[in-house]
């Protein structure tokens, strides 16, 4: 996990007006908050955003947010909960920053990758169906792994990695339940077959859906 620093004004004023004026100026509209605080409105410089998150290219950043508020100023440490995109342009319009103590659990979704070529894909021709692409999980800021290792390598025909088989990384639990499945290989008759029942039943919805209408 990368840590940076961010100067962030705290406005006084919400509002589609607002946003787009600020917007225009070259800053990105935001809120903070988190458990037991009063959420806090927020504007950050947009080039300086991207400018970290080029850096970090996709890991995860903990920032220490320096809130800037009518000449007083105080420090807030906080995630990235949530991006707003625009729709045309995929520009940044607005950022859900997560509050977050250096001494508090949080739950946090993870990436799961997987890593190695399964032997039921390269040996006995099956093919490998990923049922979960994160895990949640609890763990302090600091220890957010940016993504879990899952290695498929030993993995056979009909055989599947369920989530109590993988070990999380030091200081970190996984929240999900232990029995569900993260990836399994199947053989690619059973594919060919679940593909066509899939089909089979939005078919029959087709035919409802025109009888009722």
Same mark, same amino acid.
Do not use: W
């Given at each position: 996990?990368?840590?940076? !620093?961010?100067?962030? +004004?705290?406005?006084?004023?919400?509002?589609?007006?607002?946003?787009?004026?600020?917007?225009?100026?070259?800053?990105?509209?935001? @809120? $903070?908050?988190?458990?037991?605080?009063?959420?806090?409105?927020?504007?950050?410089?947009?080039?300086?955003?991207?400018?970290?998150?080029?850096?970090?290219?996709?890991?995860? @950043?903990?920032? =220490?947010?320096?809130?800037?508020?009518?000449?007083?100023?105080?420090?807030? $440490?906080?995630?990235?909960?949530?991006?707003?995109?625009?729709?045309?342009?995929?520009?940044?319009?607005?950022?859900?920053?997560?509050?977050?103590?250096?001494?508090?659990?949080?739950?946090? !979704?993870?990436? #799961?990758?997987?890593?190695?070529?399964?032997?039921?894909? /390269?040996?006995?021709?099956?093919?490998?169906?990923?049922?979960?692409? =994160?895990?949640? #999980?609890?763990?302090?800021? =600091?220890?957010?792994?940016?993504?879990?290792?899952?290695?498929?390598?030993?993995?056979?025909?009909?055989? *599947?990695?369920?989530?109590?088989?993988? &070990?999380?990384?030091?200081?970190?639990?996984? @929240?999900?339940?232990?029995?569900?499945?993260? #990836? +399994?290989?199947?053989?690619?008759? *059973?594919?060919?077959?679940?593909? /066509?029942?899939?089909?089979?039943?939005?078919? /029959?919805?087709? #035919?409802?859906? =025109?009888? &009722? *209408?």
């Amino acid at each position: 996990m990368l840590k940076f !620093e961010m100067e962030a +004004t705290v406005r006084d004023k919400t509002g589609k007006g607002v946003a787009r004026k600020l917007r225009a100026e070259g800053m990105i509209p935001a @809120i $903070l908050y988190g458990p037991g605080s009063t959420p806090v409105p927020l504007a950050v410089n947009a080039f300086d955003l991207q400018k970290m998150l080029t850096r970090a290219k996709g890991e995860r @950043i903990l920032f =220490t947010l320096n809130l800037k508020n009518n000449g007083a100023s105080e420090q807030r $440490l906080a995630l990235i909960k949530e991006f707003q995109f625009h729709p045309v342009n995929d520009s940044i319009q607005h950022i859900d920053f997560y509050e977050v103590s250096m001494d508090r659990e949080l739950h946090v !979704e993870v990436p #799961v990758k997987l890593v190695g070529k399964a032997r039921g894909v /390269e040996v006995e021709k099956g093919v490998l169906e990923i049922k979960r692409r =994160t895990l949640e #999980v609890a763990c302090l800021p =600091t220890n957010i792994p940016d993504e879990i290792e899952v290695d498929v390598s030993d993995l056979g025909l009909g055989e *599947a990695i369920h989530i109590g088989d993988i &070990e999380p990384p030091e200081g970190v639990r996984i @929240i999900d339940p232990p029995r569900l499945t993260i #990836v +399994t290989i199947v053989g690619s008759g *059973a594919m060919e077959a679940a593909t /066509e029942e899939e089909a089979e039943e939005g078919l /029959e919805e087709e #035919v409802v859906e =025109t009888e &009722e *209408a």
